[in-house]
């Protein structure tokens, strides 16, 4: 394996955990109750910030699916799945 592609893995392995980060706050806010706490806003902000940029392109050409009153994600779907096909290319080099 090249120098060049563990970087690149391990790039797109932070981008993921990033991108799990930020489906497991969206669905705390989701499910959430009570009155959003700091933490959250704060989780929130990282987290968009670090991956929209990647899914707002994505999201034009594929929008949310409606199943009622609940929308699929299907930008989400195909990134995720993209950089987990992506970092397998990068680690068999």
């Known amino acids: 394996m090249s120098a060049v592609g563990s970087v690149l893995a391990t790039l797109l392995l932070l981008f993921q955990i990033v991108l799990v980060a930020r489906a497991v706050v969206d669905w705390i806010a989701a499910l959430s109750s009570s009155p959003e706490p700091e ?7 990282v987290t968009h910030a670090a ?3 990647v899914l707002a392109p ?3 050409i594929l929008p949310p699916i409606r ?4 929308g699929i994600d ?3 779907i195909v990134v995720f799945v993209a ?3 992506l970092r397998l290319v990068f680690l068999s080099f």
């Open 39 to 45: 933490w959250r806003r704060t989780a929130q902000r």
């Open 51 to 53: 991956t929209e940029p």
């Open 58 to 60: 994505v999201r034009r």
């Open 67 to 70: 199943a009622g009153s609940v």
């Open 74 to 76: 299907m930008a989400f």
């Open 83 to 85: 950089t987990v096909l």
